[in-house]
T-cell receptor, first 113, second 114 residues
Framework: AQSVTQLDSQVPVFEEAPVELRCNYS??????LFWYVQYPNQGLQLLLK??????LVKSINGFEAEFNKSQTSFHLRKPSVHISDTAEYFC???????????FGPGTRLSVLP | DSGVTQTPKHLITATGQRVTLRCSPR?????VYWYQQSLDQGLQFLIH???????AKGNILERFSAQQFPDLHSELNLSSLELGDSALYFC?????????????FGEGSRLTVL
């Protein structure tokens, strides 16, 4: 079985500052990794994903995440955040031969003016 | 708009009652997933259906059941409701039954059990 840990439940950061949201996973098999974002009163939306190939993946709105197999991590970063990035961010993992996605507990990012 | 429709958006009921939550996936999506989101448990996987067949079962209580119909919409039935069942229930759909693709989430059905 897979599990996901997001150590930071809340991350406050000032606008235009960099941010890193941490995600660690455990699995005995190969995994696929995802970051989803949930804006207030909305469902989750895919931000980016790692399936194979380059370990650095990027989203269209400036976020990036790097798959580190040795550290079993998939941290999400953005060099300069905007007020509109305020949301809850969920890291998720699925097993290469599994049938379901496991989500972490989420990190609430608050961008302050 | 993700294209996934969930009804009702809000539901208030009493302990011991039974409710049905409905999900219409995106056009063309064959997979439907149900998740429960609560403050203390986070986002918990309940069950996954693909083209009418159950594919995987997660932390779904015996009091809960689900099905996917021939037109691919899905229903989640919650019975003998308890206070602890109060949560946001999400449905998500994807094109295939594989776990490499994107999940498209509905806006959720908020259940309050009094």
């Amino acid at each position: 079985a897979q599990s996901v840990t997001q150590l930071d439940s809340q991350v406050p950061v000032f606008e235009e500052a960099p941010v890193e949201l941490r995600c660690n996973y455990s699995s005995s098999v190969s995994v696929y990794l995802f970051w989803y974002v949930q804006y207030p009163n909305q469902g989750l939306q895919l931000l980016l994903k790692y399936l194979s190939g380059s370990t650095l993946v990027k989203s269209i709105n400036g976020f990036e995440a790097e798959f580190n197999k040795s550290q079993t991590s998939f941290h999400l970063r953005k060099p300069s955040v905007h007020i509109s990035d305020t949301a809850e961010y969920f890291c998720a993992v699925s097993a290469a031969y599994g049938q379901n996605f496991v989500f972490g507990p989420g990190t609430r990012l608050s961008v302050l003016p | 708009d993700s294209g996934v429709t969930q009804t009702p958006k809000h539901l208030i009921t009493a302990t011991g009652q039974r409710v049905t939550l409905r999900c219409s996936p995106r056009s063309g999506d064959l997979s439907v997933y149900w998740y429960q989101q609560s403050l203390d448990q986070g986002l918990q996987f309940l069950i996954h259906y693909y083209n009418g067949e159950e594919r995987a079962k997660g932390n779904i209580l015996e009091r809960f059941s689900a099905q996917q119909f021939p037109d691919l919409h899905s229903e989640l039935n919650l019975s003998s409701l308890e206070l602890g069942d109060s949560a946001l229930y999400f449905c998500a759909s994807s094109v295939s039954g594989e776990n490499t693709g994107e999940l498209f989430f509905g806006e959720g059905s908020r259940l309050t059990v009094l």
